[in-house]
Structures are given as C-alpha cells and as structure tokens.
C-alpha cells in the first residue's frame, strides 16, 4: 500500500512538471538577475511564454531566464519566436545550447534583439569573451539551433519560409548539453517576456 501510495505521488509530480514544462525538464536564472524569471506552458496552444530578468548574454559572464531539457548527441532545437516585451534595443531571446548553468559557461545561441539584430553567439571556454556573429536578417519569426558533432549552426527565417543559415561555429561543448530557451532584458532592472511556440527538439 505504501509503495503505491509513493508511485502514485512520484507519478502526479511528473505529470505536474511536464505539464507545466513541457518537453522541458527545469527552468533557472543563470547568473543572478535581479528580477526572478518564470515559464508558463499552454498545451493547447504548444506555446511557452518565458519572462526573465539579467543584464546580459554575452562577453565573459551572462544573466538570464533559461527554460532547458539536458540532452547527448546530435540536437536541432526549432521554434517561432515572438518578444512580446518593450525595452532596450538590445533585449534578446532565442535558442541556446549550454554547457552547464554557471554564469561564464560554454555555449552557443542563435538570438534575435529587440531591434531586430539576429546572431549567433557563442563562448568557446569558461570565461573567455563571446563571440557573436550578426546577420544581415533582421527580426525573423522562426529560429534553429543545430548540433552535429562539434559545429553548431544557427538558421532563422520566416514561419511559412525556408529558413537561411546565419553562420557556424567549431565549439567542443562535450555531453550532456542543455538545450532550451533564453531571455534576457539586456536591463538588470527590467524583466522581458517571449513566446515561443511550435518548439522542436529533435536528437
């Protein structure tokens, strides 16, 4: 009896957990954003409405919101992406692949800013400054993040197009990655929301 009673109970918690998150596994603020993030999940519509605080993502540290699911292998992450939030110009959202949720951790985003600029970023080691790569895209409504081996290729384009590469990058990121979704209202003081919807995630 008590061993049904405790399945029944690890049973409804990961019923709750997905169906708060998703494909997702958990959610975090990476680094220490003054404003606390959050996700919300609408399963009929397949949307996730992600709201997060941090200063940055980018050069040798980042702050932000990162809803995630850890993942080995080869990877391609896929969503339309809409910043429903007003702000800076700067103020991101996107698709990232990460090594871990320390603040000055490898990894690679492919991100669109408020005022539409569109990159890849990535860091190479712990610490070392990003590199980001723009685009000439500006504000596409549909973003891909591929991984095959050690390139990472990001892709973004409109939800009815085809989607056009942005750029690769060499980045021996190692296994288990987290893959996810992250915002970031380039404002510690400030907090940006996102909607991505139609996500993928595909080993």
């Known amino acids: 009896m008590l061993r049904t009673t405790l399945f029944m ?5 990961f019923l709750f957990a997905e169906d708060k998150l998703g494909i997702f596994e958990g959610a975090s603020d990476v680094g220490n954003p003054s404003q606390r993030g959050s996700v919300a999940f609408d399963a009929a519509k ?3 409405r992600v709201t997060g605080g941090g200063a940055n993502i980018f050069e040798k540290k980042d702050d932000f919101y990162f809803v995630w ?17 007003e702000g800076v110009g700067r103020r991101k959202a ?9 603040t000055a951790a490898v990894y690679a985003d492919v991100v669109v800013h408020g005022d539409g600029l569109t990159a890849l970023q990535y860091r190479e080691k712990a610490g070392d400054m990003t590199i980001g790569k723009p685009s000439a ?6 973003i891909r993040l591929e991984r095959r081996g050690d390139t990472i290729t990001a892709w973004a384009g409109n939800a009815d197009g085809t989607l056009q590469q942005l750029g690769s990058a060499k980045l021996n990121i190692g296994d ?8 970031c209202p380039h404002n510690d003081k400030a907090s940006l929301t996102a909607a991505f919807s139609g996500v993928t995630i595909q080993p």
Do not use: N
């Not at 109970?9 to 918690?13: E, I, R, T, V």
């Not at 699911?69 to 939030?85: F, H, N, Q």
């Not at 996107?94 to 320390?102: A, N, Y």
């Open 9 to 13: 109970l690890s049973l409804a918690g």
């Open 46 to 48: 397949k949307e996730y």
């Open 69 to 85: 699911r850890k993942i080995s292998g080869d990877v391609t992450i896929t969503a339309d992406l809409k910043i429903e939030s």
């Open 94 to 102: 996107g698709l990232m692949l990460r090594k871990s949720l320390e």
């Open 137 to 142: 895209l500006k504000a596409p409504t549909r």
């Open 176 to 183: 288990p990655v987290y893959v996810g979704l992250a915002v």
